[in-house]
């Protein structure tokens, strides 16, 4: 995939959500069936997180703060003191610090996204919901396989009665992923019981969604409990926490 600069700023017009609703919904679509554009959209999310991050703000803060005494200081009494010197090698640490802290927060967590990215596939429909399901219902479950994970999102929002089993829960979890509403997503798959037969699933979104948010200790805790289960999805936990391991 060619990476333009009209591609770059569609991606960020994406995430600030200032595309019209059909832009938006077509780019899902598109999103949903080019592995290669969702992987783009993911890393820009991703170096997004770390530029909010807090330790990068209190360097940037620094580094400003430096840079103003620097220019405010005068250079002219250099033979009586090396105190603008400190200054000036003082701020070059800081950039120093600073970017060694980008760099590598960024490969980190662009390496955990490749991980998500090489691992998550949509929870597929089921034919038996769609069939047994009203109009309303089936018009979601259609918007959900096409890729239109917003539609879903908003119609089950503005109607929770509809999400009437554990199975919708799983659809609406994998739809608020989709749209990087990771906190939502994972109230979802939490709501499914332990006995219910959907539960593994969401477990497996689950250590997905937390793999996502970069918390790799939670995810390995659950694709744990995923092996220990001797399920189907056994096979992918025990490759994804070795992915994983091998990353640290």
């Given at each position: 995939m060619e990476r333009t600069q009209e591609l770059f700023e569609k991606i960020e017009r994406y995430l600030d959500k200032t595309l019209s609703e059909q832009e938006a919904i077509a780019f899902e679509t598109e999103m949903a069936t080019n592995p290669e554009l969702k992987h783009e959209v993911e890393k820009h999310e991703e170096l997004h997180k770390v530029l909010s991050d807090t330790d990068v703000l209190d360097f940037k803060k620094k580094l400003q703060k430096i840079g103003e005494e620097v220019k405010n200081e005068k250079l002219e009494d250099t033979k009586t003191s090396?105190?603008?010197?400190?200054k000036i090698a003082a701020s070059i640490v800081v950039i120093i610090g600073a970017g060694t802290?980008?760099?590598?927060?960024?490969?980190?967590?662009?390496?955990?996204?490749?991980?998500?990215?090489?691992?998550?596939e949509l929870y597929p429909v089921e034919d038996a919901t769609r069939g047994n399901a009203l109009a309303q219902l089936d018009i979601?479950?259609?918007?959900?396989a096409q890729g239109n994970h917003d539609v879903v999102v908003e119609k089950l929002e503005e109607n929770t009665s509809?999400?009437?089993?554990?199975?919708?829960?799983l659809y609406l979890g994998n739809s608020y992923l989709h749209m990087g509403k990771e906190k939502e997503a994972l109230l979802q798959f939490e709501k499914i019981k332990e006995e219910s037969k959907y539960h593994e699933g969401a477990s497996w979104y689950r250590a997905l969604t937390y793999l996502k948010l970069g918390n790799t200790d939670t995810s390995i805790e659950i694709l744990n409990e995923i092996i220990k289960f001797n399920g189907i999805y056994k096979e992918k936990a025990?490759?994804?926490?070795?992915?994983l391991e091998s990353l640290y």
């Open positions: 090396f105190f603008p010197y400190l802290l980008l760099w590598n927060t960024f490969n980190s967590s662009n390496d955990f996204s490749n991980l998500y990215g090489s691992y998550y979601i479950m259609k918007n959900y509809l999400v009437t089993s554990e199975q919708l829960e025990i490759q994804l926490k070795g992915d």
